[in-house]
């Protein structure tokens, strides 16, 4: 299994529990190459899209910005995980989102509360790298801090400025401008792309205080409208 597959078999069961009852009608925002969620989605009876200029082939997905994906008042609920932190205007698309619900429609969300990313953290998560041939983002994150001679927070600032990456509490923020919380949860973030680690290991290492929880869990609903039970 592939850190992306681990990652998405973790998440989905927080992702199933918030969704609204079959055959609501889903867009999953930034599904990426391996369709995200879609797959899960449809067979358990969604109407489900990923929307992604990466997304794989086939009738589930649109090769598109969200921004271009042209969907207003139709959705069940709006999928989204770790891409929000990516987009370049967070107001503009969440706005979109918002206005992409029915009336009690749902935002479901992972992210990452990169602000969180300290040093301990950052140490525990390289002590359980695998071997050099594995060049995924967080071999990169540890080979720049080497060579860079800085303190990891001033390594990390350089790096999430660069790619522009929104911190966890903005994204938070910004989607309570537009939803009304029902769910917010901190936890396990790393696991899938460190050997022989699981999420119930690195939960184990927040609850120590070893390491701070990375990953956000938020569900929304589109503000103005009575709460609707999960499924």
């Known amino acids: ?69 042209g969907v207003r008042g139709q959705l069940g609920a709006i999928v989204a995980c ?50 050099p041939d594995d060049l995924g983002w967080l071999h990169q994150r540890q080979a720049e801090w080497r060579e860079s001679g800085q303190p990891w927070d001033a390594c ?15 994204i938070l923020d910004q989607l309570n401008a537009r939803f009304d919380c029902q769910a917010l949860a901190y936890g396990p973030y790393f696991f899938a792309d460190l050997a022989a680690t699981s999420d119930a290991d690195e939960q184990a290492a927040i609850d120590s205080g070893l390491i701070q929880a990375n990953r956000i869990q938020y569900v929304g609903q589109r503000k103005g409208h009575p709460p609707v039970p999960p499924a």
Request: aromatic share 10%; glycine share 8%; hydrophobic share 45%.
């Open 156 to 170: 990390l600032e350089s790096w999430v400025h660069a790619e522009g990456l929104h911190a966890g509490q903005d």
């Open 82 to 131: 770790t891409s929000l932190h990516h987009v370049a205007d967070l107001a503009a698309v969440l706005d979109l989102a918002a206005q992409a619900l029915v009336p009690g429609g749902r935002a479901v969300i992972v992210e990452w509360a990169r602000e969180r990313f300290d040093e301990a953290t950052a140490r525990w998560c390289f002590a359980r790298l695998t071997g």
């Open 1 to 69: 299994m592939t850190s992306d597959e681990r990652w998405l078999a973790a998440n989905w069961p927080f992702v199933r529990a918030w969704l609204p009852a079959a055959p609501a009608r889903v867009v999953e925002v930034g599904c990426g190459p391996l369709g995200g969620f879609v797959p899960m989605m449809d067979a358990a009876g969604y109407q489900a899209t990923g929307v992604d200029p990466e997304a794989p082939p086939g009738p589930s997905y649109r090769q598109v910005e969200f921004e271009r994906y």
